[in-house]
């Protein structure tokens, strides 16, 4: 049973990372400000994560470039860890559509001046997702993903 739920987890994990996505979008009115914003930051020795991590959910290129493959993915649960790599091949963007999640929950939590951690929970569902990030070179990059869901 604990195969099953790992494998559908793992199956359901790039709609999760679009749940992250979906329910950090900032607000549209002034999205093109923003994206001007975020590739002055990209292009700049020291970048911002927080207009980092506006690119990176919105701009699938972006996304794809700013992924440390393989990703390390890692299923946690009372019953056992798994590990999965993913490669870039197997990488799914989604594009986000406006609007909010109501019951989304997303933290950032910067842990030291190179590493954020971005944790990811949907109320009343189980899912619970943790993304690291570290700044490698003045890049900041997806580095592995942490999944507590039931």
């Given at each position: 049973?604990?195969?099953?739920?790992?494998?559908?987890?793992?199956?359901?994990?790039?709609?999760?990372?679009?749940?992250?996505?979906?329910?950090?979008?900032?607000?549209?009115?002034?999205?093109n400000?923003?994206?001007?914003?975020?590739?002055?930051?990209?292009?700049?020795?020291?970048?911002?994560?927080?207009?980092?991590?506006?690119?990176?959910?919105?701009?699938?290129?972006?996304?794809?470039?700013?992924?440390?493959?393989?990703?390390?993915?890692?299923?946690?649960?009372?019953?056992?860890?798994?590990?999965?790599?993913?490669?870039?091949?197997?990488?799914?963007?989604t594009?986000?559509?406006?609007?909010?999640?109501?019951?989304?929950?997303?933290?950032?939590?910067?842990?030291?001046?190179?590493?954020?951690l971005?944790?990811?929970?949907?109320?009343?569902?189980g899912?619970?997702?943790?993304?690291?990030?570290?700044?490698?070179?003045?890049?900041?990059?997806?580095?592995?993903?942490?999944?507590?869901?039931?």
């Open positions: 049973m604990l195969f099953l739920s790992i494998r559908t987890a793992f199956r359901y994990f790039p709609a999760l990372l679009t749940l992250l996505m979906f329910g950090c979008s900032a607000n549209q009115s002034s999205r400000g923003d994206t001007t914003r975020a590739t002055a930051a990209v292009s700049s020795k020291k970048e911002d994560f927080g207009l980092f991590f506006k690119k990176f959910q919105s701009d699938s290129v972006f996304q794809l470039s700013r992924v440390s493959f393989p990703l390390k993915a890692e299923a946690k649960s009372d019953d056992g860890d798994s590990t999965r790599l993913v490669d870039k091949k197997d990488w799914t963007y594009s986000i559509i406006s609007g909010k999640i109501d019951r989304g929950i997303i933290h950032k939590k910067k842990l030291s001046a190179n590493e954020y971005v944790q990811c929970q949907v109320s009343d569902t899912i619970e997702l943790d993304y690291h990030f570290i700044n490698t070179d003045g890049k900041w990059q997806l580095k592995y993903v942490e999944d507590y869901s039931d």
